[in-house]
Nanobody
Framework: VQLQASGGGLVQTGDSLRVSCAASGRTISNYVMAWFRQAPGKEREFVAVISWTGDLASYADSVKGRFTISRDNTKNTAYLQMNSLKPEDTAIYYC?????????????????WGKGTLVTVSS
């Protein structure tokens, strides 16, 4: 499956933004979808994960209550709604896919990766 993230941009502290992950090649209904992010000079970290049908989701503590992951299997697309953005949310956001659900997947757990989209939050 090929993944492409989009929707990043420059926003201000407190703003909202939704990034999307469009899949092609295979239907994403067979895959668990996740979002990771990588800030400048830091390692890539887990943000959120959603199960195949969307009935289960898990978040990193740093985004819990502010971010919401969702998916639309009919559109072969996953989303990450980000509210109350903070400067520390500035990063390249990557979507990833895997066959298995883990509540806190690591980078090495994901089989497929898309190119990221940059989110910059100004103070």
């Amino acid at each position: 499956v090929q993944l492409q993230a989009s929707g990043g941009g420059l926003v201000q502290t407190g703003d909202s933004l939704r990034v999307s992950c469009a899949a092609s090649g295979r239907t994403i209904s067979n895959y668990v979808m996740a979002w990771f992010r990588q800030a400048p000079g830091k390692e890539r970290e887990f943000v959120a994960v959603i199960s195949w049908t969307g009935d289960l989701a898990s978040y990193a503590d740093s985004v819990k209550g502010r971010f919401t992951i969702s998916r639309d299997n009919t559109k072969n697309t996953a989303y990450l709604q980000m509210n109350s953005l903070k400067p520390e949310d500035t990063a390249i956001y990557y979507c990833a896919a895997d066959l298995y659900f883990r509540s806190q997947p690591g980078v090495g757990d994901m089989d497929y990766w898309g190119k990221g989209t940059l989110v910059t939050v100004s103070s």
